[in-house]
């Protein structure tokens, strides 16, 4: 009987305005009279939500039925940006709803700018996740992503008096897009002991017990593929205390306080995001958070596994469980125990289902990203993981000294744990050891994983259990979304949108690069976009460009390995550079304005200090009469992913120039390139790739090898090390008090002069300089560039985070799509 009520979502127009206007008058107790541009985008909001929700439910019950594998991907961060642009555009009703919010006198542009960024992550390994989650929808694979819901997401950068200021991004106070499931909690324990007896069979039993509860509750996020219905879930746990509102047996004794104490440290485990990029720091409650997390989504997995009533051997063709780097990697520890220590099964047989489950994928070679956590600290929190990982250790040990006898320094190199004072558990051991596949996340990274910090892993497990899969982005949401014109323009030219789940299909545009008309085009909406982003920095920074000068981007996470030190170090030689010049000499410059964003690590000094130079710099230049149009330095506050929406699309030249071998892959590169922007770049990371495919006139390349960085470091040490005299010219211009206390600024020249160079500053800096000249010399011939653009963008479909996913799909998961309409 109940089928004939069955929602039916919106299609047109009408049925939209009904629709927000409902939710106007009736989810949101407003009237129509006094509806302003956030009661329009809660309501258009809650439109699309009703309409997500419907095919969410569709998705799940078919995927259900269909009782195939399923893919779980595990990441403490999911970097998701603004929602309600995406769900119109992966529905395919932006052109609907642009309607009816026009026919209820907004404009669809303010409206989407209401919105709060879902800003839980910190940077690329977040927004990856996230491109992730849309080409897993996209290409209709059953997939899960599984995260922490927490209360406070990367902090909000304020920009005071030239430094970092950061504040709470409290950003759940109307979020439409999640749903609460009050009826999917899960107890998670800490702390307790372990007790070992003897069952009636005589068999030894650990039992973990003691300690303390908090619970686990799931709140929901839809995710909808682009043109499919297949809407997938991003579940995230919030934490909560255990006993409700609080321990009534504390309250009742009297102790109230306490109990409400009780209760917010249970809260406090899904509270913030660790702000930490690339640096690990070992804080206990970055433990909690880690297995509070691992220990709910591994209920969830095993309770839906349960479900199909299958042996325990076929886990592993049911469920594919992704490891988003080290941070989850205590699910392999929690399935391990689940199997032993409840299930009952043997060690050997729990094992190897465990390590048949599992894929890792590295993200970093910088040792101070590499998780440890101390043994006494986790002894204390974890006891029972504790001995299930000396036993995995164990194991993993005898077998290594069995193959490979005698080796004693082989078995202290590969150990898990770490002999020092205290004792470390390393996590990526761990991971590996416990995974069938490990990945890293560019050709070359994954070679430098493989010859570096696990050598003898290879040598242990064999090549076959180490591979590649690079990068990718979502054309839907950095092109499409970000670059609606663009995206038009070039569907216009090859047949339509196709390309966007295609993207190779973006070679058709190869034959247009030199196609006046279509060049035109091109170089028109590059224009508008650089407007748009002058426009932006005119009214956040008071500063005015000129949109006709080369826009040069560096916008990431603030680190001395991706060397914006090295960037603002060439701005403050051009400024030299001009200030030298005659005015007849100033005529024939190429205006620039370098702009910058990225947020700093709140306990990282000398990144603090780069930005604090950036912006003394821009105060300098800025006001400079001798300088003009000719040199413009803007820092944009807050950069996330709404800002890197209007920012990427606007760029002539953007930097990626990292020391090479530091950065993974980078992913920021992809989405400029896309968007028709040159890059400058080191042979680090992807840009190898991206120079291999779109060809090495299309780059301006720079810079030493990751081979020779090793031999770099060393004779920075050992032999005699001189300045580049230029930058020692940067650097006493510095010292002068040219941009303000030389003091602030010494332990940032110092740990280039004095302590070493660890990042290859001044040995790049001739060719950096060098190569921001050959930058110079050819914005100037505008058709070439724009050729080059153009030539660029038809060359990127290998960048598309769905052959990333297909590719992870096929040689880690063993998985296939279900197509929507197969199942119908
Ligand atoms: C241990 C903890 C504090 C930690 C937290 C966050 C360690 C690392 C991270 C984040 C790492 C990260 O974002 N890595 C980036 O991953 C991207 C996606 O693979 C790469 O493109 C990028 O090169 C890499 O730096």
Partial sequence: AWKKY???????????????????????????????????????????????????????????????????????????GRALDNAMLNVGLKNVAQQGLTDLGFRIEDVI???????????????????FLDSLASLNFAAWGYGLRYRYGIFKQEIIDGYQVEVPDYWLDFNPWEFPRHDIVVDIQFYGNVRKYQDSQGKQISLWDGGEIVKAVAYDVPIPGFETSTTNNLRLWSSKAASGEFDFQKFNSGDYESSVADQQRAETISAVLYPNDNLDRGKELRLKQQYFWVAASLYDIVRRFKKSKRAWKEFPDQVAIQLNDTHPTLAIVELQRILVDLEGLDWDEAWAIVSNTFGYTNHTVLPEALEKWSVPLFQNLLPRHLQIIYDINLFFLQSVERTFPKERDLLARVSIIEESSPKMIRMAYLAIVGSHKVNGVAELHSDLIKTTIFKDFVRIFGPDKFTNVTNGITPRRWLHQANPRLSEL???????????????????????????????????????????????????TGITVNPAALFDVQVKRMHEYKRQQMNIFGVIHRYLTIKAMTPEERKKLTPRVSIFGGKAAPGYWMAKTIIHLINNVGAVVNNDKDVGDLLKVVFVEDYNVSKAEIIIPASDVSEHISTAGTEASGTSNMKFV??????????????????????????????????????????????????????????????????????????????????????????????????????????????????????????????????CINEYAESIWNVEPQSPEQAE
Avoid at 113 to 131: F, K, P, T
């Fill in 490 to 540: 070039i569907a216009s030219k090859i047949g339509g949108l196709g390309f966007l789940k295609d993207l190779t299909l973006l070679s058709e545009l190869e034959k247009y690069a030199d196609d006046k008309e279509f060049k035109k085009e091109w170089q028109e909406i590059k224009y508008a976009n650089k407007v748009r982003l002058a426009r932006h920095i005119k009214s956040t």
């Fill in 674 to 803: 896309l968007n028709g922007g040159l890059i400058i770049g080191t042979c680090d990371g992807a840009n190898i790739e991206i120079t291999r495919e779109i060809g090495e006139s299309n780059i301006f390349l720079f810079g030493n090898l990751a081979e020779d960085v090793e031999d770099l470091r060393h004779a920075h040490n050992y032999g005699s090390y001189t300045l580049d005299p230029a930058l020692a010219r940067v650097f006493d211009e510095i010292k002068k008090g040219t941009f303000g206390d030389a003091a602030a600024f010494s332990a940032l020249t110092g740990s280039i002069e004095d302590h070493g160079d660890y990042y290859l500053v001044s040995d790049d800096f001739h060719s950096y300089v060098q190569t921001q000249a050959l930058v110079d010399e050819a914005y100037k011939n505008q058709d070439e560039w724009i050729s080059k653009s153009i030539t660029s963008v038809a060359r990127m479909g290998f960048f598309s985070s769905d052959r």
């Fill in 113 to 131: 700018e209401q919105e709060h960024d879902a800003a839980l992550g910190n940077g690329g390994l977040g927004r990856l996740a996230a491109c």
């Fill in 6 to 80: 069955q929602t039916r979502p919106f299609t047109n127009t009408e049925q939209f305005e009904r629709e927000v206007v409902r939710h106007v008058e009736t989810t949101l107790a407003r009237s129509m009279f006094n509806c302003d541009e956030t009661a329009a985008y809660a309501a258009a909001s809650l439109a699309f939500r009703d309409r997500l929700i419907t095919e969410w439910n569709r998705t799940q019950q078919r995927q259900t039925f269909a009782d195939g594998k399923r893919v779980y991907y595990l990441s403490l961060e999911f970097l998701m």
